[in-house]
């Protein structure tokens, strides 16, 4: 059973930056794809951003794209979320998601939550205006 554990959530003022840490145990990390998602209050959990096992192939949700990239280091079995420029908007619980393939080259796939097979416990981003 892999488990995900995400970190480095908080508070920050419009325009900062934040790093989002996922750390994985209980499977072998570099036969997942990894991905994030965000959830604002009332709404549905949206795709943030994916990267495939070795991080060759990253997506990015329309919203963030320019302001949000994805990395993952194997050896560490961690996958991070930078995020610079963060507007009010962006803030939401944040969740980290494991799917077991190599990698998912359709929109379809990496940006649907049915398409992870495990899910970590989120952690809150609030940006102030």
């Known amino acids: 059973q892999v488990q995900l554990v995400e970190s480095g959530g908080g508070l920050v003022q419009a325009g900062g930056s934040l790093r989002l840490s996922c750390a994985a145990s209980g499977g072998t990390f570099s036969n997942y794809t990894m991905g994030w998602f965000g959830q604002a209050p009332g709404k549905e959990r949206e795709f943030v951003a994916v990267s495939n096992w070795s991080g060759g192939s990253r997506y990015y949700g329309d919203s963030v794209k320019g302001r949000f990239t994805i990395s993952r280091d194997n050896a560490k079995i961690t996958v991070y979320l930078q995020m610079n420029s963060l507007k009010p908007e962006d803030t939401a619980v944040f969740y980290c998601?494991?799917?077991?393939?190599?990698?998912?080259?359709?929109?379809?796939?990496?940006?649907?939550?049915?398409?992870?097979?495990?899910w970590g416990q989120g952690t809150q981003v609030t940006v102030s205006s």
């Open positions: 998601a494991a799917a077991r393939v190599r990698s998912y080259s359709d929109t379809y796939y990496y940006a649907s939550t049915s398409s992870y097979n495990y």
